[in-house]
């Protein structure tokens, strides 16, 4: 079954700035051959992020994230389980906030949706517009 799964951390302050164009290839050659595609905000000092996949993979990858010493504060918010994916074909998608006005970062999210397999009607995560 195809696993949701949404978490928030923190940048730990002891680690040097993230790179986040080489935060993007690692977490896409990571994660495109499990087939668990992933979005990101990240603000500077935090990072929200949505991952797709099986229930197995998204645990594996979940227990990386958490035991990994650039995060602190590893909250995980949702998971639920979905009969469609959002981010097809996609490794590792990122929004950097720090480029975007409030409304600026809303409507960039909004883009993605044209990653969809299916116009979903009933979404958590993307309203019907």
């Not at 000092?45 to 227990?63: D, M, N, P, R």
């Not at 990386?64 to 994916?85: K, T």
């Not at 999210?109 to 009607?121: A, D, Q, S």
């Amino acid at each position: 079954m195809l696993t949701t799964l949404i978490y928030r951390s923190q940048v730990h302050p002891d680690r040097p700035p993230v790179d986040l164009d080489a935060l993007v290839h690692r977490a896409s050659s990571k994660n495109l051959p499990l087939a668990s595609p992933a979005f990101c905000c990240f603000n500077g000092l935090q990072f929200f992020q949505v991952l797709e996949g099986t229930e197995e993979a998204l645990e594996s990858l979940f227990s990386e994230i958490q035991s990994d010493p650039r995060h602190r504060d590893v909250v995980e918010l949702m998971r639920d389980y979905s009969a469609y994916r959002r981010f097809h074909g996609t490794g590792m998608r990122i929004l950097d906030l720090r480029l975007f006005e409030t409304d600026g970062a809303l409507e960039e999210i909004l883009r993605f949706k044209h990653v969809w397999v299916t116009e979903p009607v009933n979404d958590r995560m993307f309203p019907a517009a």
